[in-house]
């Protein structure tokens, strides 16, 4: 017999008139949304394809760091950027064509890095939304060897 886990998510909008959302949950505090007016966000709201871009980026570092301590990785330092590129044509429905993912991870030896590398080849097929969605996310990461210890790294 196969097992399966479900694991179940919910959330509670409240429509605040005009193009203002709450969303809250249980578990975590009230996040103010908003659709985007012209293409440009709301000042001080969140829109959901944001949260959506977020979601993916906050997903890559869980299953990034879930791999790593199960290969028992030093990891010194990470810190990311992601994207997400969706289009609109005439008539056409608006979708995602993309989700770009820049981590940049710091580690203390060279052995580490290359395991490092090879770790984030193999995450995009294997976490959301490509598991969920049918499109892989595309990770583009920076990893430094900091042989004595942590550094000021440059910006991403």
Do not use: K, N
């Not at 595309?138 to 060897?145: A, D, G, L, Q, W």
């Amino acid at each position: 017999m196969t097992s399966i886990a479900v694991t179940e998510f919910e959330t509670r909008l409240q429509w605040q008139g005009s193009q203002w959302v709450l969303l809250t949950s249980e578990h975590a505090p009230a996040l103010p949304l908003a659709a985007r007016t012209g293409g440009h966000p709301h000042e001080d709201r969140w829109c959901p394809e944001t949260l959506l871009v977020g979601a993916l980026e906050g997903r890559i570092l869980q299953m990034f760091l879930q791999q790593a301590r199960a290969e028992s990785l030093d990891i010194v330092f990470y810190q990311s950027t992601a994207m997400g590129r969706r289009v609109e044509g005439p008539g056409g429905l608006p979708h995602f064509t993309d989700f770009i993912i820049r981590p940049h991870v710091a580690v203390r030896s060279e052995q580490d890095a290359e395991r490092v590398r090879t770790l984030f080849e193999e995450l995009p097929g294997r976490c959301f939304p490509s598991s969920m969605m049918h499109l892989a996310p595309r990770i583009e990461p920076v990893v430094e060897v900091w042989e004595d210890g942590p550094r000021v790294p440059s910006p991403l």
